[in-house]
Structures are given as C-alpha cells and as structure tokens.
C-alpha cells in the first residue's frame, strides 16, 4: 500500500461511536481497515504515519462556498484546506460565473465584486458550467485546484442572462430559455441550481418561475439551493413558501444558511424545525446548512430596496446619487423595512465594515455605521463593491438548528475583504472545538457526521463521506482535545489550531500543519461524472 496510518481514533461519519484502527490507502482509495483486537497482521506500507490516537475522519464538505476565483487564482487555499475541507460547493447564493454570454460576465463580476473581488486576476475564459469546471480541472499549468468543488447553477445569473435586471414576469421564450440554460448547467456537471431571493435579478422570480426551473432540476437528480426571500421579518413564511415550491415540482430542497436572525426571531428556531419535521415526516426531501456563528456576512448593495437596483449596477449608482431617490432608499430602509435586508428596518449600528474594493476607503474597515448619509457615500464611491458583517443573530437559535437531523455544515465564507467573517477561516474547527468539546451541543462523532456523510449523501456521491474501503482516501487527523479554530473577528485570517494533516485522494495536502504543494482538487460533477 502506499500509505498506512496507524492507531488512529477513527471517527467513520456513521455518529456511531469511534474506533481505534489501521488504515491503509493504495492509489487515492481506503484499501484495508484493521480495527485495533481484529487479530493477524497488521497491514504495511511504503509509508507508515503513527497517528498516536488523532482523530481519523472523512474530510469535510462545505456545503456553502464562495470560492468561485479563490480556486482559480490561489494554488495555497489554505482558508479551507487547513480547516480539512477537501470538497467546497460553489455557484451559490444564485450569482456566480456560468453560465453566462459577455454581457451577462460583464454584469455578474460587477454585481458581486464584494464577494470574489473584480476577477482582474482571472482569465476568464469560459462561458459555460461544463467550461468553468474544465477550467478548475486544468487550472495552474493542468495540476487542478487547492480542494475538490461541485457546482450550482446560480439562477440569478441565469435570470439576468435571459431576462435581464427587469423586475418582471418572465416571457414564454425567456422562461423557456432558462429551462435549457439550467438543463444544459446540469448535464455538464452541475449538482444543482441555487437562488438568491433577496439578491437581484433573482428575486424578481415569482414561484410559478422557480418552481418550473426546480421541475428541470429534479428530472436531472439534482437539488434545490435557495437563499430564500428573508431571514428576518417573514422568515418562517419564506421557509414555508420554499418547502411548499419544491415539494410541487417534486425537488429535493436544501436551505442555504438556515438561520432566524433579527430581533423578530429571537427564540423562534423551534418553530421552523417543528415546519421541518412536519414535511420531512411527510416524505419531503429536506436539507441544511449552517455556520456556527451568530452575524451574517454580504455585500452593503444587498441590503438596499431591490427596485433600486432594477437595470443593473449602473442604473442603481445613479439612483443613488439623485437625492430625490436616495431618500427614497432610505426611507424604504429605515422606516418600511426593505426587501434587501428581510423585511426590518435598518439599525445601523449592527452593520459592520468588513471589506472594501477601492485601497482608498480601508479606513472604514472595522467600523460600524452611523447612518444612511455615510452609507450611501461609501456604496457611491466603492462602486458598489463594500462588504459587511452584520450582527443580528442569536445563539440559542445556532444551536437549536445544528441539532436537527438534517443539519450540514457551511461556512459561507466570502473570502474578500481586509476584515472578513471568521467563519472563512474557522467554521469546522469551530464545530469540533467549541461546539462539540466545549459546549457538548453535538458529541464529536455526531459533528464528524454532519461535517462529512451528510452533506455527501445531499449530493450524491457514492464514495465519500465514510472512512470505509473502497471509498476515497480524502480524511482528516485532528486532535479532539486542541483542535479550534483559530480565527477571531479581529484577526479573522489565522489559521485553526490541531488539525496536522489532510488528505485528498490520498495525497497530502496539508502536512504536519503546514501546507504542502499538492493540487489535488478537481471538480466534482453531478450524475456520477466526477473524474
């Protein structure tokens, strides 16, 4: 065999209880689990790694990433590959980079500037899903990429490619167009389609719309990914109305980030899992992510009224600097309570900058807002491009919600920005180290499981997410009684603590805590076509 890791605390994804065993690798694959008593010989290798009673586990999967160019322009990755993620799903939030003509490029770089950056550093030269996960294939000279991605057809993108920014009712032709550009995304690898519902142009989809797309995706054994229309006022009511959507066109449904943030929501995660368990009871085929934190992270733009933002980027940087519109916006945000941030009015004081576009404007970075004026000044002069925390959640709530028995993990990490969300750097080791160790909110074999062989099973891949042979040798040591995550609000780019080594296809990716020059990451597409 190549490699055997001995006396390892192995921690299978099942969340039955840990075993100690050898486990042997040959050519990226388990090949041999020896549980510690079985008796007979040990198995040999070329390499021998004594894990002295580390934690073994599958690697993790990020359900939730935005690490669309990351992957492309950062051979190091190490935001992700040094927590043990070995699989990130991109595409997310309904915007991303594929499918698109140029105009439709042109648009989506600048409309999520805050997320990815401007992709002046990137080549981009595809067009289609099947193209950009052939780009990650042969990224950086034909090695591949940092960690494996899978990827969601985001469908405000393909709204804005075949509609446009018009906050309309799509055309016969036009919905028919879409249809084929999801169906077209799917057959060439995608694992999905995504929306953002409080994010334009994708908000301007009605249900019968979404419904007809989520019917494309479910003939093609894929799942449903929607940011829904509101985690504040209404939360409940757009949970519900997803449910209802996919369970009519017969979709499999997992909710992005399912959180209940605002003071509306405070206590109120029992009442969306007792909706959960109810369609789940009922033969709904329901899934979800969340991070373990309690602010939100995303773009400054997206908390403005969405009909200031009909006609594109351009359109609203106007809107912006008429005064007669401007109040507008403000008054939607402070008084209604706009569509852009849930339904509740803005209480400046909860928004934090975390990242800006323009060098110039850093020293807003760290601060937190004082009022619209200030605001409105710095989305002008940033080009729309300004990131931020926002800090509305609520910790009985996080917890209630990682218990449930459909939970995964994401991180929705947003990897731009001088000051970005911890959770980038720090969403698994924080599952295992706080909330596991710490706090006993999940025991350590029932965070592995949620980490690994739930999220595998939402996408359907048949071999991975279980230490077991024959299944890909993409796992994790760690230590359960130092592992943590090293990042914190201030310094939100260090590193987690007690994670040595991860492996991917059997190759070491990080080693000994350092991070290792091997590519090992490829795309990893829907209907089995992976590799």
Known sequence: ??????????????????????????????????????????????????????????????MHAHSDLALLRDPDHSAKAAQGVTLEVLGQDGLSYAPVDDRTLAEVRRAITGWNGDGSDVDFDWRTVGEYLD????????????????????????????????????????????????????????????????????????????????????????????????YGAGALEAYEEMVGLTRAAGC???????????????????????????????????????????????????????????????????????????????????????????????????IEISGVSDPVLAGHVGRRLDGWATARRLLVEDQLGTTILQHVGHEENVRAIMRHRVHTGGSDGILQGDKPHPRAYGTFPQYLGRYARELGV??????????????????????????????????????????AAGSTYDAPRTLPAGIPHVLIDGRFVIEDGKRTDVLAGRSVRGGRRDR
């Not at 001995?6 to 050519?27: C, F, H, I, K, P």
């Not at 042969?138 to 990827?151: P, Q, T």
């Not at 029932?446 to 595998?456: C, I, M």
């Open 1 to 62: 065999m190549d490699l055997v890791i001995r006396n390892a605390r192995v921690v299978d994804g099942t969340a039955t209880a840990s075993y100690r065993a050898d486990v042997g690798v040959t050519d990226g694959r388990i090949t041999v689990i020896h549980p510690e008593g079985r008796g007979g010989p040990r198995p040999g290798a070329r390499r021998v790694l004594e894990a002295g009673g580390l934690a073994l586990s599958p690697g993790f999967i990020d």
């Open 135 to 230: 780009r990650l294939d042969r990224n950086f000279g034909g090695r591949g990429i940092a960690v494996n991605a899978a990827y969601l057809v985001p469908q405000g993108t393909v709204r804005m490619y075949a509609v446009g920014w018009d906050d309309r009712p799509a055309t016969e032709d036009e919905l028919r167009r879409m249809k084929q550009l999801v169906a077209e995304g799917l057959e060439q690898g995608a694992i999905g389609m995504s929306s953002g519902l409080t994010y334009t142009p994708g908000m301007y989809a009605d249900d019968a719309e979404l419904t007809e797309l989520c019917r494309v995706v479910a003939r093609h054994g894929g799942y449903y990914c929607p940011h829904h229309r509101s």
């Open 252 to 350: 499999a449904l997992h909710l992005a980030h399912a959180t209940m943030n605002f003071g509306v929501n405070e206590g109120r995660a029992p009442e969306l899992l007792a909706l959960l368990d109810e369609a789940l009871d009922a033969g709904a085929d329901i899934s979800l992510d969340t991070y373990p934190y309690t602010p939100g992270c995303t773009t400054l733009v997206a908390l403005l009224p969405s009909w200031a933002s009909e006609g594109g980027p351009e359109a609203f940087l106007a809107r912006l600097q008429d005064d007669g519109t401007a109040e507008r916006i403000r008054h939607h945000l402070e008084v209604i309570g706009s569509d852009g941030c849930h339904g509740v009015p803005m209480e400046w004081d909860t």
């Open 442 to 483: 999940l025991s350590l074999e029932e965070a592995v499981a949620h980490l690994t062989s739930r999220p595998a099973a939402r996408l359907r891949l048949p071999d991975r997410g279980y230490v077991r042979e024959g299944y890909r040798a993409d796992l994790v040591l760690f230590d359960p009684d130092t592992v």
